[in-house]
């Protein structure tokens, strides 16, 4: 039987969109108070959704433990209460969109995820926008 596994999670982190080649005024025409250079927060809601096989054995596509332990040490434990652009080796050069955060999320975790599983990444930067990947 293939079956999808959802978790949950959620971390805080603050963040610019910016260009470094265009000026503040280019940023803020076209980013507006997301460009603002002291940053702001966000709340990100993450939903991370594992497809694959049950195992007949035991039931489980993934033990949820585990999936909330990779997401703990791999995403929460990198990215909660930083800021992206100053705090983090993603983001020092790449924007911090929602896009960009998505993905670099994706990567992160089919990087320790077992391959046999297929792996959708999630991401809200308030309830009502939000991105996913892959599309
Ligand atoms: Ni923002």
Redesign the pocket.
Known sequence: MRIAVFRRAHFNAA?R?HRPEWSLEENLEFFGV?ANPNY?G?NYELEVKVVGEVNPDTGFLIDLKVLKELIHQHIELRFDHKNLNLDTEAFKTLNPTAENICFVIWQILRDVLDEKYELTVRLY?TPRNYVEYPA
């Open positions: 963040h969109l997301c702001h966000h930067e």
